[in-house]
Antibody, heavy 121, light 109 residues
Framework: VELVESGGALVQPGRSLRLSCAAS????????MHWVRQSPGKGLEWVAG????????DYADSVKGRFTISRDNTKNSLFLEMNSLRPEDTALYYC???????????????WGLGTLVTVSS | EKVMTQSPLILSVSPGEGATLSCRAS??????LAWYQQKPGQAPRLLIY???TRVTSIPTRFSGSGSGTEFTLTISSLQSEDFAVYYC???????????FGQGTKVELK
């Protein structure tokens, strides 16, 4: 299993950014996927999750209405569209694979190395 | 909102000693609890899920227990590679998502 995130950057508050995660080494189509972030020197925060069928999307309250998770099962890719970015969104964003096939458990058994998003003027 | 509280925040242990890490949930979560290990500069690694099920590749010195609101991760005979930060995570169905605890740092005494 390999998960490779990309798209992190330095952006100004209020701007948008799109993160991507390229997945390989497993049947991407049958697993839920997640984004988890970690602010510098801080703990882990689950951000968003999407089920294998692409019809159930869940978000943390802190990002609801601003972030959108999506996936392209034809390209084994996961995305996170981030709008109205705030300084408190500054973090390393990890892509993660759910442990169970065809059901979303929110247990993440494989993680990428992360992509850094910095929100600052 | 489900809150996960870990204790202690820092645990100083000598190699070869055992360590007991605690995690308390603000609401009952059955056995829907996972433990992760994170070393500096690395992504988290899943150790335990469903409170006590160890991931296949994880050494048997790691064990998890508990249910409801009180959970424990036990590391018997710490090895040098076990010094890290450990996070618990609840994953009950509602609200959806997985809330992490603030982490326990296991450091060399």
């Amino acid at each position: 299993v390999e998960l490779v995130e990309s798209g992190g950057a330095l952006v100004q508050p209020g701007r948008s950014l799109r993160l991507s995660c390229a997945a390989s080494g497993f049947n991407f189509n049958v697993f839920g996927m997640h984004w988890v972030r970690q602010s510098p020197g801080k703990g882990l925060e689950w951000v968003a999750g999407i089920n294998w069928k692409n019809d159930t999307l869940d978000y943390a309250d802190s990002v609801k209405g601003r972030f959108t998770i999506s996936r392209d099962n034809t390209k084994n890719s996961l995305f996170l569209e981030m709008n109205s970015l705030r300084p408190e969104d500054t973090a390393l964003y990890y892509c993660g694979k759910d442990i169970a096939a065809t059901v979303t458990t929110y247990v993440i058994d494989h993680w990428g190395l992360g992509t850094l998003v910095t929100v600052s003027s | 909102e489900k809150v996960m509280t870990q204790s202690p925040l820092i645990l100083s242990v000598s190699p070869g000693e055992g360590a007991t890490l605690s995690c308390r949930a603000s609401h009952t979560i059955g056995n829907n609890l996972a433990w992760y290990q994170q070393k500096p500069g690395q992504a988290p690694r899943l150790l335990i899920y469903d409170a006590s099920t160890r991931v296949t590749s994880i050494p048997t010195r790691f064990s998890g227990s508990g249910s409801g609101t009180e959970f424990t991760l036990t590391i018997s005979s710490l090895q040098s590679e076990d010094f890290a930060v450990y996070y618990c995570q609840q994953y009950n169905k509602w609200p959806p998502g997985g809330t992490f605890g603030q982490g326990t740092k296991v450091e060399l005494k």
